[in-house]
């Protein structure tokens, strides 16, 4: 079964590197493994040549040219009644809706250049609306996959859209995974009922085994490794206060890593001096995927303070070698790797009850082999035959381009559209 895996992450050079795009890429590369499929992969990078990744799925190619070749006429009007259509939100974000629409062409002819039996489209983000739109002019079934948690609760853009996805695709004969439990349930609770057999929780593989261990890598002490990109939503600068109230003898022995991109332009760096931790503190920036996992690997505990987390890949990579966790219960995260013989969830949201879940971390004795144990059956070959099961029962959409372009204008011009196009993590 040939299938197209449209994705809006770069990952142009084979090499992932954030959160997302490394679990795109390794759900690109075990079903083609584990299941005799062929997979390609179009990512939304501005450019990159084509290339097999790994041995196991191919990069297509992808720079202005092609989109200039393979784009249609009729998608400047569309981008065009796009840009008016959206007047609420920020030009920018007009500007973008626009830009993407013109990428059409391209993902059209990669369709049927594939001969594509399914497009598996990841997210649901407002960049995947020229994914939609190909598949459909094409008519190619359509197999949606959520990463991301979602609140009932908002109503921003990035919100209103997946809901609006939901409700107009699935109607139409497409389906939907989500990673999680919590993700699988909102995204049923956004449907009607009988469209609910169409939405299935697929959990995100386990990673690959890290290479051996560099002696350069270790540490003395206890090591406690934060992951993740440092901003607002993985929320590290919480995670450091919490530390910086745990009891003195117990900061003595610690070595705190902490990797990702810094979005805080150095700030995370001087709230670890003003804590007075910053000689425990080590910042890596951003690492190779080999290394992230072998930094896991060596570390006696996974701590995060994340405020959303839709399965919590750092939590896994650390569970997969045996070492446990601590992140706060009102993750969406918790209901699927909240075994407290695995982790120490806390509760409530607070910089003393996170501290005092880590200090009872550090005092526990943990099964290693148990938390191994416990994530084996998110195993490699398992999750890509799921996968492999929900491709294969994918048929054709019953939505036609047009009435996909319509219900999009009408979205566009009645929601209540202040919020922004949030960025991909």
Known sequence: MFSLDLTPTGIETGRATTGFSIVVDQIA????????????????????RQIQVAGQYTLLARNPWLILRHGKLKDIGKALALFSAARKLPLKQRLLLAKRQLNVGLYAYQIRK??????????????????????????????????????????????????????????????????????????????????????????????????????????????????????????????????????????????????????????????????????????????????????????????????????????LEGYAQGVPAVFFSDIDAAKELGDPRCAVMAEPRTDQALSEAIAKAIDTQWDKQYIINSVQSYNAENIARQYHAVLKKAGKPTLTEKAWDKSLRRFLKKSNLAGKLAPQR
């Open 114 to 315: 594939t001969k594509a039996r399914v497009a598996f489209i990841q997210s649901y983000l407002p960049h995947v609306i020229p994914f939609v739109e190909a598949a459909l002019r094409t008519n190619t079934p359509i197999v949606l996959t959520c990463h991301a948690a979602y609140d009932n609760t908002k109503h921003d853009f990035t919100t209103d859209f997946a809901r609006f996805l939901l409700q107009t695709l699935l109607p139409h004969g497409v389906l939907a995974t989500g990673v999680s439990s919590g993700i699988t349930a909102w995204s049923r609770a956004q449907v009607e009922s009988q469209c609910r057999e169409s939405i299935f929780h697929i959990a995100n593989p386990l990673p690959p085994t890290p290479k051996a261990q560099k002696k350069e890598c270790r540490k003395q002490g206890y090591r406690i490794l934060i992951s993740g990109n440092i901003g607002e939503r993985k929320n590290q600068t919480q995670a450091l206060r919490a530390i910086a109230l745990l009891p003195p003898e117990k900061k003595a022995n610690l070595s705190v890593l902490i990797i990702g991109n810094d979005t805080t332009q150095g700030a995370i760096k001087e709230l670890a001096e003003k804590l007075e931790i910053d000689s425990f503190c080590r910042f890596a920036g951003q690492v190779p995927r080999d290394e992230a996992l072998q930094y896991a690997a060596e570390a006696d505990l996974i701590l995060s303070a994340t405020i959303s987390e839709g399965f919590g890949l750092p939590f």
């Open 29 to 48: 590369s075990i079903i083609p493994q584990y299941t005799y499929s062929e997979l390609f992969v179009s990512c939304s990078a501005l450019q990159n």
